[in-house]
């Protein structure tokens, strides 16, 4: 299928597989914090114990088009003192004069915590703090600088991120789910502390709209969130973007501050060539970019991916156009 499609956008990089790109802009040049994926004979199955990667590398570039540097190994989960293996989707921050990567991985007892390491260069390497963020878990962590310099903290993930399993406020080793009427399972915001490394307050609930006011529901696969939520702010509105996971879109729902609640509005990017979709939304260079990945260079491999772009679209009335990673 691979060979038989033509894909609208080229891999940044073929060296080495990556996924989960999560970008930023920092002193005129474009960072991009992928998960790094690398070949395993583990089976697949909806844990996602097939996704086993061990370390992050970070690419940078100064123009579209231009030569992508990856800068070598930023963090490896040996120089992680309670992290056991699963490095999945990172992202990063910057504060004054330091850099800030967050990340999930799985401790001793195989539940999913977020861990965040410091450098005094976007491109690491990072030293990890010895121990995950206090109240932390699932995955997929992502931090929002908004207008007035605070910064926010979005988490969570279901199936193999484990977000079903601490709907008690305890972890408990057995999948839960809501009935498809009830309200989904919803990801969590924090603002974080000064410090960067520790939540300011109590994790809440992220509440998903659909555009008659009721909750988005568990059943309502198309819509759902599933994991990999992402926040840009374009002129006074927020954009939460997500994955619905099963169903393969990129959503995205809008309000009127980073806690939410947020009304579904549709679609930003359509199924790709593999079973995960997982994406990043930054400005550059006057122009908006969709950061994604798919599976073309591994044919079609779920657990080898790499990160892609391509320009995005903000209507007239906020709407944003839905993009297809094929071009026929």
């Known amino acids: 299928m691979a060979k038989e499609r033509e894909f609208a956008s080229d891999p940044l990089v073929s060296h080495i597989y990556t996924a989960d790109p999560s970008a930023h802009v920092w002193n005129d040049r474009l960072f991009i914090y ?27 570039m100064d123009k579209v088009g231009g030569e992508v540097e990856e800068h070598g190994v930023a963090l490896d989960v040996e120089d992680v003192p309670w992290a056991k293996r699963q490095m999945w989707a990172p992202d990063a921050a ?38 995950p963020i206090a109240g932390s878990y699932s995955i997929d962590p992502t931090v929002y600088r908004d207008d007035d310099g605070e910064y926010y903290f979005y988490v969570g993930g279901i199936w193999g991120g484990q977000l079903q399993r601490w709907q008690t406020g305890e972890y408990v080793a057995e999948d839960a789910y809501p009935a498809d009427d009830e309200p989904a399972i919803a990801p969590l915001v924090a603002r974080l502390s000064d410090d960067m490394l520790s939540f300011a307050e109590e994790p809440k609930e992220v509440e998903l709209l659909d555009r008659d006011g009721t909750p988005i529901r568990a059943g309502d696969n198309e819509k759902r969130f599933f994991e990999a939520a992402w926040i840009h702010k374009y002129e006074d509105t927020y954009y939460f973007s997500y994955s619905t996971g099963d169903t393969h879109n990129i959503a995205y729902a809008t309000g009127d501050s980073p806690y939410g609640p947020f009304t ?42 790499n990160v892609k772009m391509m320009p995005l679209t903000h209507n007239e009335d906020g709407s944003i156009q839905t993009l297809n990673a094929f071009a026929d």
Not at 99 to 107: G, H, I, N, S
Not at 290 to 297: A, C, G, I, K, Q
């Open 264 to 305: 579904y509005q549709g679609v930003i990017l359509e199924p790709v060539l593999g079973w995960t979709n997982h994406h990043s939304i930054a400005k550059f260079n006057d122009q908006w970019y969709l950061f994604y990945h798919d599976t073309e260079l591994s044919g079609g491999q779920t657990h080898l991916r």
């Open 34 to 60: 992928p998960s790094h994926d690398i070949e395993t004979d583990i089976p697949m199955d909806d844990s996602g114990a097939h996704f086993a990667m061990r370390d992050y590398r970070v690419l940078s």
């Open 94 to 131: 910057k504060k004054g004069d330091k850099y800030y990567l967050y990340f999930p991985a799985k401790d001793e007892n195989d539940i999913f915590r977020i861990g965040v390491a410091v450098s005094d260069s976007p491109t690491g390497p990072f030293e990890a703090q010895p121990e």
